[in-house]
């Protein structure tokens, strides 16, 4: 058997060939602990042998000190947190209902964030804040206010949530709660409830359009009654001013038969008629003597 041999480089220490590829191994390392890339979205918390320094790496490249810095990523973006909860009204009705919020953390104090809360920060404040929220903001209305006046409710729960997360450094942009649900007795009693004061409103609609009709009604009837008034005043204004005139001037009521004769003389029988009036008598024909003439021409004597 032949077996081939290495060749010899004479004057090559193998130590020193070993020292100058550990070195660079050791220059590798380094660079690659020294250098840190923040991600887009993120800030770095650097840790100095565990203990959090007082700056923040943005995005980016950033460098460090190796085997003693460290850098922890925390999100700065828009994130979303839901939860249910349940709580008692101030008349003791259990509510229930579900939360949702879209928050972030001060990208200028995650080093505090982390911290005071860690990593899992949300577990640790936002669901608890979460649930002590609702229960004290629902403890401030009635079963029925939180129906009545849902939107005035919703907005104290955002706003104890808001309260009591930003002294946090987690910053809420919208809390988004969905209907109040309450016990199946208390939705039908409810119910009842709405129906009756539904149908107390019709009746009270009705009544007003009775009330409108009477109304105009009796508006209706004093103008008659006024009219009424009115025309019989007139009449007896008339019936003085006639009476007046007969009075002074008996030959009224004839001028006034003549005004409104059709032209046809009225039928009348008996001796006792009364002449529809009096047609004057024609003058005699009289002399000089003013003697009136007979039949024939002649004075009569």
């Given at each position: ?13 193998k ?7 550990i070195?660079f191994i ?7 602990e ?6 887009a ?17 943005g ?6 000190v ?6 922890v990523?925390m ?5 979303k947190?839901?939860?249910e ?19 972030k ?24 804040t ?19 006046k ?14 009591t ?42 009544l ?19 009219a ?41 029988s ?22 009136p003439?007979?039949a024939?021409g002649?004075?009569?004597?």
């Amino acid at each position: 058997m032949s077996f081939t041999r290495m060749p010899r480089f004479p004057g090559v220490n193998k130590a020193k060939i070993a020292a100058v590829v550990i070195t660079f191994i050791i220059i590798i390392i380094v660079m690659i602990e020294s250098v840190v890339i923040v991600e887009a979205g993120h800030r770095g918390v650097v840790l100095y042998l565990g203990a959090v320094e007082n700056r923040v790496l943005g995005e980016g490249q950033h460098f460090i000190v190796p085997f003693v810095e460290q850098v922890v990523q925390m999100e700065v973006r828009t994130q979303k947190f839901q939860a249910e909860a349940s709580a008692a009204s101030n008349d003791l009705q259990e509510v229930q209902t579900v939360i949702a919020l879209n928050y972030k953390i001060d990208p200028k104090e995650v080093n505090r964030v982390y911290q005071l809360l860690g990593v899992n920060y949300a577990e640790r404040v936002i669901s608890p804040t979460i649930q002590e929220s609702v229960k004290a903001s629902t403890a401030k209305f009635n079963a029925e206010e939180l129906i009545t006046k849902r939107e005035t409710a919703k907005g104290v729960i955002a706003q104890t949530i808001r309260n009591t997360l930003t002294p946090n450094n987690i910053l809420v942009e919208n809390v988004f709660i969905t209907d109040f649900k309450f016990s199946d007795a208390f939705e039908s009693q409810i119910e009842q409830k709405v129906v009756a004061f539904q149908k107390f409103l019709t009746e009270q609609n009705n009544l007003r359009a009775v009330r409108v009709i009477a109304n105009q009604n009796v508006v209706q009837a004093e103008a008659a009654a006024r009219a009424n008034i009115a025309k019989a005043n007139g009449e007896s204004q008339a019936i003085k001013i006639i009476t007046s005139q007969l009075r002074s001037s008996p030959e009224y009521l004839q001028w006034q038969a003549i005004n409104r004769w059709n032209g046809q003389l009225p039928y009348a029988s008996g001796s006792g008629a009364v002449p529809f009036f009096q047609l004057p008598a024609p003058a005699l024909p009289t002399n000089q003597t003013n003697q009136p003439l007979g039949a024939t021409g002649q004075i009569s004597r």
